[in-house]
């Protein structure tokens, strides 16, 4: 089962989606995945990040990674945006497919213009965190 960003943003223990997309662009040299990771955990250090993750660190990664995604290839939410209703393999498969998106436009773009991707999604999970 997956969340909507709405529900993420309202727990007490899950990351908020857009403060830490806004952080990521902070980290952008390292790449996609690395900023996100320090951002979302605090850490890329898989050492140090499992000893605090949560199941909403989890899940908020995913989405983060479909807002990304959905920037860069619409494909990735043709599905629309996750919910409760989705199911843990179509979230998973999701989450697969945006990864892809991202890491081939990572690729050919730059850092600063990988920045500015972060900050495009997280304006884009702010005004989903704001919906009710």
Known sequence: MSMSVTELAALPTAPTISISLREAAQYAD?????????????????EDFITVITPEHAIAEGVALILLGGLVNPEVTDQGWPDASWQAGQFAQRVYHAHQAV?????IHTAEQLGHLFEAAADRAQAMEAAA
């Open 30 to 46: 390292r790449g996609p995945f690395l900023a996100l990771r320090q951002a979302l955990f605090g850490t890329t250090t898989f």
């Open 103 to 107: 890491s081939g436009w990572a690729t």
